[in-house]
C-alpha cells in the first residue's frame, strides 16, 4: 500500500468523505486488471498534489459502500467534496486525465 493512498473500510469512508473537504475515492477490487493498471497513476497523482485525500475501497469488502455511490463497474473514481459526489469516472486514466479531474 501505499503512503498517500490508504485503503479504508466502509465505515471509514463515511467518516473521511464528512470531515474532510475534497476525497477522491478509488472503488477496486484486488483481481481487477485495470485497477492494478490505475493504483501506481492514483498514488502519482496523489504524491503531488495537495487538498485532497486520496482512498481506495475494496468493492468486494465493502459492498455496502459500492452500493451507496452506485458502483457497478471497477474501477471507479469518485470525486467528493464537502461530502457532496462532485465528478465520477470509469475505467483507466492515464496521469495527465487523473491530474484534471481531480483538480476540478
Not at 485532497?52 to 459492498?63: A, G, Q, S
Not at 451507496?68 to 473514481?77: F, H, K, M, N
Not at 467528493?80 to 486525465?97: D, H, I, L, S, Y
Request: hydrophobic share 45%; net charge negative.
Amino acid at each position: 500500500m501505499s503512503e498517500f493512498v490508504k485503503e479504508i473500510d466502509y465505515s471509514q469512508l463515511k467518516e473521511t468523505v464528512a470531515k474532510e473537504d475534497k476525497v477522491l475515492i478509488d472503488f477496486f477490487a484486488t483481481w481487477c486488471g485495470p485497477c492494478k493498471m490505475l493504483a501506481p497513476v492514483i498514488d502519482k497523482v496523489a504524491s503531488k498534489t495537495e487538498g485532497v485525500t486520496f482512498v481506495k475501497v475494496d468493492i468486494d469488502k465493502n459492498v455496502e459502500a459500492a452500493a451507496e455511490y452506485g458502483v457497478q463497474v471497477i474501477p471507479t473514481l469518485v470525486l467528493v467534496e464537502k461530502g457532496e459526489v462532485k465528478a465520477r469516472e470509469q475505467g483507466f486514466m492515464p496521469e495527465a486525465a487523473l491530474q484534471a479531474f481531480v483538480a476540478r
